[in-house]
């Protein structure tokens, strides 16, 4: 970089007015699929809403389970389209019969913490004029795969009470603030194996994104922007060597996103490769898209979890 050059900074995410290409068209992405079946489970205080009990019911495949994250002002009610696509379109792909399906394929959806039905309090992840920004977003990302692993402790037995079927995996999906979380609980728990992050970016990249803006104006820990030392850690702790090893990995980046830009995951995403490996690893980058959620990315989460989800080795088991 040029001495005088200018560091990358991503833009200011906004649920307000933006250029179109960081708009997303929530209802597009249920791929021109007609609705599927939904059912409303609680697991104490956390709502979910599971998609597709009612077509494999009758079935005695082992089952799959995609949960799925929304972003950041968004919440899971605007992802009902995203998982009635995914899972029509995961089933389209199994009745082609190219390859095996050993699995049937179902989604849940949840809202964050402090989004949608569970939003209590007001701009708790605002950037502006808010000095507790990282940490409500530390806060927010560890909280996020806490639930995660809460729904896979315990969502067989809320949806099969008497033993009646098996889940035999969890995997994972997650947009923007969600696809944060989801790298996280790669990062934290070995038993999610197959994985579609989207507009996201590593944990070793996430620090790049978050503290930008304070490290250029130099407020990084001080009383504008705190940065104590828990918050700290969580962002910069390295992610320990073999962390990748063994998983299904799908990047899915807008080529215009300038909230998290794709060239954040230069010097991760490598690393990730490397571990788990070229045929266990893809990225893709759309063109002319930015910071959103397109069919085309659905399309293409729909068929890593029906290749390594559906179609899955029937001898093997998550580590639940």
């Not at 992050?197 to 503290?211: E, F, G, K, N």
Request: with cysteine.
């Amino acid at each position: 970089m040029a001495a005088d050059a200018k560091p990358i900074l991503p833009a200011i995410p906004s649920n307000k007015s933006q250029d179109p290409a960081h708009v997303m068209d929530f209802p597009t992405l249920n791929l021109g699929f007609a609705p599927c079946s939904m059912k409303e489970v609680t697991m104490v205080d956390l709502d979910l809403t599971v998609f597709g009990l009612e077509e494999i019911a009758g079935s005695t495949k082992p089952i799959s389970v995609v949960i799925v994250s929304h972003g950041w002002a968004n919440k899971a009610a605007q992802m009902e389209n995203f998982a009635t696509g995914m899972f029509q379109e995961i089933r389209r792909l199994g009745a082609e019969g190219k390859t095996k399906v050993t699995r049937d394929v179902i989604i849940v959806t949840l809202d964050q913490r402090n989004h949608g039905k569970r939003r209590l309090k007001k701009d708790q992840l605002s950037y502006k004029n808010n000095p507790l920004r990282l940490t409500a977003m530390a806060t927010t990302l560890k909280g996020g795969a806490q639930d995660h692993q809460l729904i896979m402790a315990y969502l067989e037995d809320y949806l099969f009470p008497f033993g009646e079927r098996r889940v035999a995996e969890y995997m994972a999906t997650g947009v923007s603030l969600g696809g944060h979380l989801l790298w996280r609980l790669l990062k934290e728990d070995p038993r999610v194996r197959v994985a579609v992050p989207i507009i996201s970016c590593p944990p070793d990249s996430l620090v790049l994104v978050h503290t930008a803006h304070w490290r250029a104006n130099g407020t990084l820990g001080t009383t504008a922007q705190y940065y104590p030392k828990h918050v700290k850690q969580f962002y910069e702790e390295p992610t320990p060597p073999g962390t990748w090893v063994g998983r299904k990995i799908l990047a899915l980046h807008g080529e215009l996103d300038q909230v998290v830009p794709p060239v954040f995951s230069k010097d991760s995403w490598p690393k990730a490769v490397a571990e788990a490996g070229s045929d266990s690893t893809e990225q893709y980058i759309q063109p002319g898209v930015g910071h959103i959620c397109t069919p085309d990315m659905v399309r293409r989460a729909s068929y890593w979890f029906y290749q390594h989800g559906a179609c899955a080795e029937t001898d093997l088991r998550a580590r639940l």
